[in-house]
Antibody, heavy 121, light 107 residues
Framework: EVQLVESGGGLAQPGGSLRLSCAASEFIFSNYAMSWVRQAPGKGLEWVSTISETDGRTFYADSVKGRFTISRDNSKSMVYLQMNSLRDDDTAVYYC??????????????WGQGTLVTASS | EIVLTQSPATLSLSPGERATLSCRASQSVDIYLAWYQQKPGQAPRLLIYDASNRATGIPARFSGSGSGTDFTLTISSLEPEDFAVYYCQQRKIWPPVTFGQGTRLEI
């Protein structure tokens, strides 16, 4: 069974940084784009970022562009989200998600359990 | 940016009834629309991709239809475990990937 396990969430001050990690297993990681999707408390889903499967192309929501960086390590089946210059409105549960098909596909068939990021003083 | 508008915001039904949820796109997304179910404290679960294809393990009572700008998720006969929030999402034109605001299906 495909597994995605996020870690790295927690409390950070506005202006601070956090690095989220997502460990993937039970699928050929290097064949699929990976994404981060977040959900603020009591709100809907918001796409954050996507990284292509092998050539490192990255895509960002305008709300995080220039502050967040997505990366991956195919040798370790890991995807990361470096979050800098955190703002109050970055507070959310962050989910790691796998594309449904090989290639850069942004519908998501598997999701992690989420990790909570709280940006607050 | 493609805006997805879901209706109704809340749908109140009983087990055994039929549920019809709507998602309208601000411009054509062809068939590139997915539906997700989310229960409290859980991650979203993919139900339907590319408008009408059931994801692996999804019961046959869930079906999707539509193309272009108008889409429907139908649950033919509600089970108690179907009461949740449902989101549509498009992948035709991105970034950004966009989601609808959700429909809460309640008893």
């Amino acid at each position: 069974e495909v597994q995605l396990v996020e870690s790295g969430g927690g409390l950070a001050q506005p202006g601070g940084s956090l690095r989220l990690s997502c460990a993937a297993s039970e699928f050929i990681f290097s064949n699929y784009a990976m994404s981060w999707v977040r959900q603020a408390p009591g709100k809907g889903l918001e796409w954050v970022s996507t990284i292509s499967e092998t050539d490192g192309r990255t895509f960002y929501a305008d709300s995080v562009k220039g502050r967040f960086t997505i990366s991956r390590d195919n040798s370790k089946s890991m995807v990361y989200l470096q979050m800098n210059s955190l703002r109050d409105d970055d507070t959310a549960v962050y989910y790691c998600a796998k594309g449904i098909f090989t290639g850069v596909v942004v519908s998501f068939d598997y999701w992690g359990q989420g990790t909570l990021v709280t940006a607050s003083s | 940016e493609i805006v997805l508008t879901q209706s109704p915001a809340t749908l109140s039904l009983s087990p055994g009834e039929r549920a019809t949820l709507s998602c309208r796109a601000s411009q054509s997304v062809d068939i590139y629309l997915a539906w997700y179910q989310q229960k409290p404290g859980q991650a979203p679960r993919l139900l339907i991709y590319d408008a009408s294809n059931r994801a692996t393990g999804i019961p046959a009572r869930f079906s999707g239809s539509g193309s272009g700008t108008d889409f429907t998720l139908t649950i033919s006969s509600l089970e108690p475990e179907d009461f949740a929030v449902y989101y549509c999402q498009q992948r035709k034109i991105w970034p950004p990937v966009t989601f609808g605001q959700g429909t809460r299906l309640e008893i």
